[in-house]
């Protein structure tokens, strides 16, 4: 539940590039989470569709690299990808959901949330 060196260079690149694109839209997508009343937005991101949240943006459609999910920390919980007795240290590692972004990166090189904060207005 921590940025991992491991990120730079493969996964960095292509997620920087992307989040540049889609920053507002995430930004937007977890206030309107928070909004109709769940705690702990998270994004999944996979270079192919997958299970977890609702698809947000895809790339054919927004010029990305990922697809974009949104979901939040219930979720993650019910399909145990966060273990129930993990909650609270996941809880304690969140960042500010209105300055960063938790994305969950699926890859099968790489599968861990990152934190990543949204660009300055």
């Not at 260079?9 to 997508?29: H, N, Q, W």
């Not at 109709?36 to 569709?49: H, Q, R, T, V, Y």
């Not at 590692?93 to 949330?113: G, R």
Request: negative net charge.
């Amino acid at each position: 539940m921590h940025n991992d060196p491991e990120l730079s260079g493969k996964y960095l690149g292509t997620i920087s590039e992307d989040f540049v694109k889609v920053s507002d839209t995430l930004k937007e997508a977890s206030y309107q989470i928070r909004k109709a009343g769940f705690d702990f937005p998270i994004f999944p991101l996979c270079k192919m569709e997958q299970p977890i949240g609702e698809i947000l943006l895809k790339p054919e459609i927004n010029g990305t690299t990922w697809y974009y999910y949104a979901s939040f920390l219930n979720e993650f919980i019910q399909r145990e990808l966060v273990a129930k007795d993990k909650v609270e240290d996941f809880e304690k590692a969140y960042k500010d959901p209105d300055e960063f972004c938790c994305l969950f990166v699926i890859d099968p090189q790489f599968t861990n949330f990152v934190f990543i904060p949204y660009p300055e207005d």
